[in-house]
């Protein structure tokens, strides 16, 4: 019988031994994945912290200004590009269809509208000031207009 117990006990202390051996092993490994993965994170932040910087200097005002008026050739705006809401057609029928090669409709483009006439320009600065709609403000009824 001592010399089972004695045998038992053995193989419980080299199995305890083995399985201590085997876990500091594990820990070993988990610990160096463990800094491989903190290595990586700092390594991202850096390069995030390098593209917010190249973000902000790419986003510059400045920077947009002078680009769109060396490439972009634009015109200052002109009061006739300017329109009311109330001036925007809403029927369905003033709309045209641009159809695909499979003629499926696609997407609309509003009619043409009539090109302003000589006085137009004194009448769209007058619209544009003083009947332009305002959200959350009446707008101001001009003189001799009957409402």
Known sequence: MTKIMTGFWFL????????TYWVS?????????????QS???????SIHVF???????????????LAKEYLKLDQIQPLQMASIDTIPTDTDA??????KFGEAVAYMPAPRDR???GAYDEASENMIIDAPSVGFAAAPKTGDQQ
């Open 25 to 37: 092993h594990e820990v070993e490994r988990l610990e160096r994945r463990y800094s491989a993965i």
């Open 52 to 66: 917010q910087a190249e973000w902000s200097y790419l986003n510059a005002p400045g920077r947009i200004e002078k």
């Open 95 to 100: 709309r045209r269809y641009r159809l695909d």
């Open 12 to 19: 419980m202390t080299v199995l305890i031994g083995v399985g």
């Open 116 to 118: 302003p006439g000589e």
């Open 40 to 46: 990586d994170i700092l390594d991202e932040q850096e």
